[in-house]
T-cell receptor, first 115, second 112 residues
Framework: GAVVSQHPSRVICKSGTSVKIECRSLDFQATTMFWYRQFPKQSLMLMATSNEGSKATYEQGVEKDKFLINHASLTLSTLTVTSAHPEDSSFYIC???????????FGPGTRLTVL | DAKTTQPPSMDCAEGRAANLPCNHSTISGNEYVYWYRQIHSQGPQYIIHGLKNNETNEMASLIITEDRKSSTLILPHATLRDTAVYYCIVRVAYNAGNMLTFGGGTRLMVKP
């Protein structure tokens, strides 16, 4: 149980384009999902907290207009990187909070490369 | 959330127990100790968590000292697939943000 998937697993795009990453909880409902970013040889950094049916809460320094988060259902949250630039190239990872518990389960990650 | 200190790297022989230490000397009474690991190019995987009692599951054991200032994650029979970065995180359970703050972790290398 508690499986989280992400799609796509890898994406390469041109500078200036937008990229959407999906995060799904496959066997449970998640009222809260999180989006993290990880640069090479660094630890995970929380970008935002996504609550179903409400606006996401962004961490300091994360541009909400650049990283659009939608959590329209209890099993799906999406992160859209708008007008991507090479410095946005990173490993994006989502996690979902299992309802009634305090444990986060992570997706496999999406590697974004912006040329 | 309390800060944690972990050694940056450790080696372990395959089949032997891997003991990963974590220091959290400023932990407060309502903070839990969580352990996650991240295998290269994958998302983190939940391992175990505890408050003050020792915990064991199918993956590992968690030993928390009586004063709760430090803990040890034990992988009883390490395999090559246990090679990963292990993160010790201390946080209040069910806090408002439910956030996890990842530090540098310990890079465990299991060798044949």
């Amino acid at each position: 149980g508690a499986v989280v998937s992400q799609h796509p697993s890898r994406v390469i795009c041109k500078s200036g384009t937008s990229v959407k990453i999906e995060c799904r909880s496959l066997d449970f409902q998640a009222t809260t999902m999180f989006w993290y970013r990880q640069f090479p040889k660094q630890s995970l950094m929380l970008m935002a907290t996504s609550n179903e049916g409400s606006k996401a809460t962004y961490e300091q320094g994360v541009e909400k207009d650049k990283f659009l988060i939608n959590h329209a259902s209890l099993t799906l949250s999406t992160l859209t990187v708008t007008s991507a630039h090479p410095e946005d190239s990173s490993f994006y990872i989502c996690s979902a909070l299992v309802g009634g518990t305090d444990t986060q389960y992570f997706g496999p990650g999406t590697r974004l490369t912006v040329l | 959330d309390a800060k944690t200190t972990q050694p940056p790297s450790m080696d372990c022989a395959e089949g032997r127990a891997a003991n990963l230490p974590c220091n959290h000397s400023t932990i407060s009474g309502n903070e839990y100790v969580y352990w996650y690991r991240q295998i290269h190019s994958q998302g983190p995987q939940y391992i175990i968590h505890g408050l003050k009692n020792n915990e064991t599951n199918e993956m590992a054991s968690l030993i928390i000292t009586e004063d709760r200032k430090s803990s040890t994650l034990i992988l009883p029979h390490a395999t090559l697939r246990d090679t990963a970065v292990y993160y010790c995180i201390v946080r209040v359970a069910y806090n408002a943000g439910n956030m996890l703050t990842f530090g540098g972790g310990t890079r465990l290398m299991v060798k044949p």
